[in-house]
C-alpha cells in the first residue's frame, strides 16, 4: 500500500528517486558481485517483505477493532440525555440551539447560543 504525494512534481520525484536508488543498488551488485552480496540482498528483501506483511496484518485487525466502534453520532444522544439528567436534577432545563445561529454562518455572533432556564 502505496501513499503518492499529491502533486504531480511530488509524484515524478517519487519515481526518479526511486529509478535511481534502484539502479545505485544494481550497479553496486555488480561492481561487488559474490556469495555474501547476494545473500545480504537476499535477507534485506525479505526482511521488508515480512514487514509489509505484518503491518497489512496489524493494519487489518486494526480496521475490524474499529469497525463496530461507537461513532460520535451514537454517543451523541446519551450525552444530550446525560445533560438534560443533570439539568432536571438541579431543578433547571437545558434549553440549546445551534452553535452556527439562525442564518448557518459559523463566525457571526448570535444572541442565543445556549440558554439556560432558572
Given amino acids: 500500500m502505496v501513499h503518492w504525494p499529491k502533486s504531480n512534481v511530488g509524484r515524478v520525484m517519487t519515481i526518479v528517486i526511486a529509478l535511481i536508488v534502484g539502479l545505485g543498488l544494481v550497479?553496486?551488485?555488480?561492481?561487488?558481485?559474490?556469495?555474501?552480496?547476494?545473500i545480504t540482498l537476499a535477507v534485506a528483501v525479505l526482511a521488508v517483505f515480512v514487514a509489509v506483511v505484518v503491518h497489512r496484518r496489524a493494519q487489518e485487525a486494526s480496521d475490524l477493532a474499529l469497525a463496530d466502534a461507537p461513532s460520535f453520532a451514537d454517543i451523541l444522544p446519551q450525552w444530550n440525555s446525560r445533560r438534560d439528567l443533570e439539568a432536571a436534577r438541579q431543578g433547571r432545563t437545558a434549553v440549546t440551539q445551534p452553535s452556527t445561529g439562525p442564518t448557518g454562518s459559523a463566525g457571526a455572533p448570535t444572541e442565543d447560543v445556549a440558554v439556560e432556564q432558572v
Fill in 27 to 38: 550497479q553496486s551488485a555488480i561492481a561487488l558481485s559474490g556469495t555474501f552480496v547476494w
